[in-house]
Structure formats: C-alpha cells, structure tokens
C-alpha cells in the first residue's frame, strides 16, 4: 500500500502563492504517476496537475497553466505543487494521488491512492 499526506494549505490573497507538499510512504516508488486534484464544496474532483515518477514529465490542466508547477523530489518521496498568482476561483480541498503507472491520467477513477487533503483558501 501506498499513503499520501499532503500539507501546506492555508489562506492566501488573491495574487499571492502557496506550495503544497505531500509525502509519499509504503511502496518504493519507481514507476507511478501522481498528481494533484481540488474539490470545492458541491463540485466534482477534478485534475489539476500530474507527474511521471521515472522521468518528471508534466501535464497541467488549462486553467492552472502558467501558475502552477508539479514537481517532485525522489530523495524524499515527495510532490510539490507550487502554486502562483492564486485567483479565489483557485478555492478547494487539494489532494494528492498516485497510480501504478508511468502514464497520467485526468480522471480520479484512475488513482487508487489518495490523500486526506489539504484546504486553500485564496481572498479576493
């Protein structure tokens, strides 16, 4: 089994930046694919942002290109999301997920490993 715990979450002004973390545990990861999902109250999950484990290619959903940045450390076992220029729209519960997988997929029936969550909260 794979745990995911994401932290860094908090409130921020619109304008302003955040990067989340979150830490992987349990299985060595060697060929996953993770990343990052929101949910606002009411609304769907949907994908944000999404690594390859083996050789860090990236893929970032339209809304968030050119703000937001995916990255990983191998050493730690951790994914970051850096997070700027945060609009309230960007409001929602993050989560982090993994699947057994070099390929990134968008949809969450794809990930069978999720974290709790973390919650950003951007002002106007």
């Known amino acids: 089994q794979v745990q995911l715990v994401e932290s860094g979450g908090g409130l921020v002004q619109a304008g302003g930046s955040l990067r989340l973390s979150c830490a992987a545990s349990g299985r060595t990861f060697s060929r996953y694919a993770m990343s990052w999902f929101r949910q606002a109250p009411g609304e769907e999950r949907i994908f944000v942002a999404g690594?390859?484990?083996?050789?860090?290619?990236?893929y970032e959903a339209d809304s968030v290109k050119g703000r937001f940045t995916i990255s990983r450390d191998n050493a730690e076992n951790t994914v970051y999301l850096q997070m700027n220029s945060l609009k309230p729209e960007d409001t929602a519960v993050y989560y982090c997920a993994a699947r057994v997988s070099v390929t990134i997929r968008t949809m969450p029936v794809d990930y069978p490993y999720w974290g709790q969550g973390t919650q950003v909260t951007v002002s106007s």
């Open positions: 690594i390859r484990w083996n050789d860090g290619r990236t």
